[in-house]
T-cell receptor, first 111, second 111 residues
Framework: DSGVTQTPKHLITATGQRVTLRCSPRSGDLSVYWYQQSLDQGLQFLIQYYNGEERAKGNILERFSAQQFPDLHSELNLSSLELGDSALYFC??????????FGEGSRLTVL | QKEVEQDPGPLSVPEGAIVSLNCTYSNSAFQYFMWYRQYSRKGPELLMYTYSSGNKEDGRFTAQVDKSSKYISLFIRDSQPSDSATYLCAMSDGTASKLTFGTGTRLQVTL
């Protein structure tokens, strides 16, 4: 158990809909990262927050947004969903650069 | 061309074999190199973390970095069925928060 909690584990929705994925980092970790994993692209960095502030942005679509709350949990919002958004979405937290602790992921299926 | 290339496998070896997993990369600014292991339906977990060139050993695992060739390797000695997983290399230049991952090599260790 990495100590990072993600909900929901599975989500099935329709195109055009909006979903919210939630992440609770390890106790004491201030950094939260979001990654998308698909079969053909592997793990792609989306966005990082540090203590409530956006720290780095990767290949995150404009339809996607995230935030980190004062209690350090984070939410990833995905809107106007398309079939191609079907993937595993991972949250990770860290204290030391490069040493990421990943949650078990949220599997999103868009029909 | 991707920044990090990794053979997707699958790689099938008998129990007890020495396994060699490799990644090549194109960004000469990468300084930090990691190997993550991902079991089916789980999040990746950090196995090895190295800085710059050289070798690092941890039990049955040895990580090698050759920056001149832009090539990193992970060796697993005395492989066990429990080593069956997908192995992802990851790297960063240390200045950016994100890690760049390979697409992963699926390893199957058979009895």
């Amino acid at each position: 158990d990495s100590g990072v909690t993600q909900t929901p584990k599975h989500l099935i929705t329709a195109t055009g809909q909006r979903v919210t994925l939630r992440c609770s980092p390890r106790s004491g970790d201030l950094s939260v990262y979001w990654y998308q994993q698909s079969l053909d692209q592997g793990l792609q960095f989306l966005i990082q927050y540090y203590n409530g502030e956006e720290r780095a942005k990767g290949n995150i679509l404009e339809r996607f947004s995230a935030q980190q709350f004062p209690d350090l949990h984070s939410e990833l919002n995905l809107s106007s969903l398309e079939l191609g958004d079907s993937a595993l979405y991972f949250c990770a937290s860290s204290v030391v650069h490069g040493e990421l602790f990943f949650g078990e992921g949220s599997r999103l299926t868009v029909l | 061309q991707k920044e990090v290339e990794q053979d997707p496998g699958p790689l099938s070896v008998p129990e007890g074999a020495i396994v060699s997993l490799n990644c090549t990369y194109s960004n000469s600014a990468f300084q930090y190199f990691m190997w993550y292991r991902q079991y089916s339906r789980k999040g990746p977990e950090l196995l090895m973390y190295t800085y710059s060139s050289g070798n690092k050993e941890d039990g049955r695992f040895t990580a090698q970095v050759d920056k001149s060739s832009k090539y990193i390797s992970l060796f697993i000695r005395d492989s066990q069925p429990s080593d069956s997983a997908t192995y992802l290399c990851a790297m960063s230049d240390g200045t950016a928060s994100k890690l760049t991952f390979g697409t992963g090599t699926r390893l199957q260790v058979t009895l």
